[in-house]
């Protein structure tokens, strides 16, 4: 399969404070890139509690690219793929809003949750954080490094792929009986643990059919 994912971490709460992204591209079920970047919030603030939790400080983003800068050589990782994150609805979350924020156009991509799928997966785990899943599966990752939780989460979809012998997309929803989000200009459409009764393909603007 092919897919990429990705991690953000924030300065604050807000779903608009990015300060960092994480990406893990991911062909024929083989890691091709991983990378991250630094990214200066708009507005400038950050919050003492995120700071614990990933590290990133103020002076590490001073002179960091926004997010409406970074995006023109981003877009083209996310466009017409699937997209994975852990615990989807905050990433997923983070860039729709970080885009109108900077009155941006969303992207074209489908995607799915980890957290959900590895539930599915893995009853049997206590828990489905990232870091517990990483010590189940044998990952090794630096927790709340984006670049790092990236890889770990496109490791979990690997393993996932791996031990339930899938190759494809609608396989993967069909054996699981997942539903995929669905996100394109002017709509976004949530993941879901139960695949939804009537699925809705997207379909990007010029895309073809």
Known sequence: MDFVAIDFETAT?????????????VKNNTVINRCDTLIRPVPFEFNEYNVKIHGITPDMVWDAPTFAELWPDIRHMLDNRLVVAHNASFDINVLCKTLEHFGIEYPCFDYLCTVKLSQKAYPELESHKLNALGMALGISFAHHDACDDAYACAMVLLNILNDYNINSQDELTEHFNIGIGHIYPGFIEPCTKHKKRLRKKSVCPGAEI
Request: hydrophobic content about 30%.
């Open 13 to 25: 709460s807000a779903r608009t404070s990015a300060c960092s992204l994480g990406i893990c591209e």
